[in-house]
């Protein structure tokens, strides 16, 4: 794959990726994604859309938008001279629409973000494919959406999020993290947090379009919004667990935790501060579907199902094997089944796209103890 002359195919994209430029075929799943997204908020606006990609690399992801979606221009810019000499050949490779107006860059993700806020531009769609952790990035990014704009950006540093590494976590995003079962909801939930308190200290916010978890990679789509009035306070909190009873909460930042309130027990542990509110836009999820179901992507689609079963859902999951482990059941009570019974409890329950083998509710734990012997 590595070899400078073999061409490969991606969606409508062909490229070739030279021996000393990193490539991610993995991360396919979240161009798909992405592609979509941008094809649902282009129906969204009912216009072609401005499309900003800062760290391109060899172009993949910015030459697809530019194939499969409504753009009416596209700017392609990573820091590396050979990246950009790549992505200028891999156009080459490519039918680019006459009417998109296509242009590379090569500059510093920071020097290009103020540089164009200096000459007033704004873009609809605002790519961020960092390595490692994004939150350096986020100011600058910040100045580059329009109002209404999307930035779509990524996080690699899923130790860290997923708390096996708390010291990073606490230095790049002010907040503890666990290595509970519901990890990855954990991580992207810091994440949102520490961006909606960045973009507040300059009087904005975002609204959750969707999270991706891809296991090694989280990808997230947030809409900017204008305006202190509207900082969503009462979404930035804690996700508490008590290690007695295995109850999940959430709380507001301004509670101190005590207490776990299903059994009294004094042995709780909390991650955060982090987003306590929605992390999925039913309505953007649907034009998503719509979209996917035109472009005949089932894996996409039945992702987008789960993400829209779970939008209503409460923060945190639980995980059908480590229920298992505590309850010493005989066999493991299928995912949909019990998640069935706890609806007909009375209470909200779904699956996650965040595990497999994951459910939300909030149901306390004892409950979902006994709604799991009756798999049985």
């Known amino acids: 794959m590595n070899a400078e002359h073999v061409q490969l195919q ?13 490539f991610n075929p ?8 992405g592609v979509l997204a941008l094809r649902a908020e282009a129906d969204l606006q009912e216009r072609r859309l401005h499309v900003i990609d800062l760290m391109a690399g060899i172009g993949t992801r910015g030459i697809r938008y530019a194939l499969e979606a409504p753009v009416e221009r596209i700017v392609l810019n990573d820091g590396n001279p050979a990246a ?17 107006q296509v242009e590379t860059v090569c500059e510093q993700v920071h020097r290009l973000c103020y540089a164009i806020r200096l000459r007033d531009e704004r873009f609809d769609w605002v790519d961020l494919d960092a390595f490692g952790s994004p939150s350096v990035y986020w100011h600058a990014a ?8 999307v930035l779509y950006f990524t996080a690699t540093d899923m130790a860290a999020l997923c708390g096996k ?16 079962e519901c990890s990855d909801e954990i991580g992207a939930r810091v994440l949102l947090g520490a961006l909606q308190q960045s973009a507040g200290e300059r009087g904005l916010y975002y609204e959750p379009l969707f999270v991706l978890d891809e296991g090694y990679a ?18 930035i ?14 709380l507001p930042v301004h509670v101190t935790v005590g207490r776990c309130r299903v059994c009294d027990s004094e042995d709780v542990q909390w991650a955060g501060p982090l987003w306590t509110g929605p992390l999925y836009d039913p309505e953007f999820l649907h034009l998503m579907s719509v979209e996917a179901r035109k472009a005949g992507h089932q ?22 094997p480590e229920l298992g482990k505590r309850a010493r059941l005989s066999h493991l009570p299928p995912v949909d089944a019990l998640v069935q019974q706890l609806r007909r409890e009375g209470y909200i329950a779904s699956r996650t796209h965040f595990e497999t083998a994951g459910f939300k509710t909030n149901a306390p734990y004892p409950v979902i103890h006994r709604a799991a012997e009756r798999q049985q």
């Open 26 to 33: 993995r991360a396919r799943l979240a161009r798909d994604f």
């Open 84 to 100: 950009v000499e790549a992505i200028r050949r891999n156009l080459e490779l490519n039918a680019i629409p006459s009417d998109v």
């Open 10 to 22: 991606e969606g409508q994209a062909r490229f070739v990726v030279p021996q000393d430029l990193f």
């Open 142 to 149: 910040s100045l580059v959406p329009r109002w209404d704009g």
């Open 299 to 320: 894996a996409v689609l039945r992702l987008l199902r789960l993400m829209t079963d779970e939008a209503d859902s409460p923060a945190g999951y639980y995980s059908v």
């Open 165 to 180: 590494l708390r010291d990073p976590a606490v230095r790049h995003y002010g907040a503890v993290t666990r290595p509970w």
């Open 218 to 235: 989280m990808r997230i789509a947030v809409r900017l919004r204008y305006g202190s009035s509207g900082f969503p306070v009462q979404h």
């Open 237 to 250: 909190g804690w996700l508490a667990k008590c290690m007695s009873c295995f109850s999940q909460t959430t």
